[in-house]
Nanobody, 120 residues
Framework: QVQLVESGGGSVQTGGSLRLSCAAS????????MGWFRQAPGSEREDVAD???????TYGDSVKGRFTFSQDSAKNTLYLQMNNLKPEDTAMYYC??????????????RGQGTQVTVSS
């Protein structure tokens, strides 16, 4: 069973930065995709950044140039460096993982989420 635990959320002002972390454990083989998505109340899930089984990182259009996804070499920890935050970035951020065939449909494994709030 895959377990994912996020940390690092908080409240910042517009233009501020936060770094999210996600500690991953359990069975994560080379066919897994992992990443971050966010969801604000009343809104659809939005993919923020993810890495596929070939190491290709993809960013959502709204965060390109501001957010940076990374992971440690053992793939045990994911990071999301968020710079130049905007009020529209306010959401619950989730770390997620699944086989790549399932990840982009609806990942089976996700953490409990960490809240990011950006005030103007």
């Amino acid at each position: 069973q895959v377990q994912l635990v996020e940390s690092g959320g908080g409240s910042v002002q517009t233009g501020g930065s936060l770094r999210l972390s996600c500690a991953a454990s359990g069975f994560l083989d080379s066919d897994y995709c992992m990443g971050w998505f966010r969801q604000a109340p009343g809104s659809e899930r939005e993919d923020v950044a993810d890495v596929d089984n070939e190491g290709t990182i993809t960013y959502g259009d709204s965060v390109k140039g501001r957010f940076t996804f990374s992971q440690d070499s053992a793939k045990n920890t994911l990071y999301l460096q968020m710079n130049n935050l905007k009020p529209e970035d306010t959401a619950m951020y989730y770390c997620a993982a699944d086989t790549c065939g399932s990840y982009y449909i609806r990942p089976r494994f996700r953490g409990q989420g960490t809240q990011v709030t950006v005030s103007s």
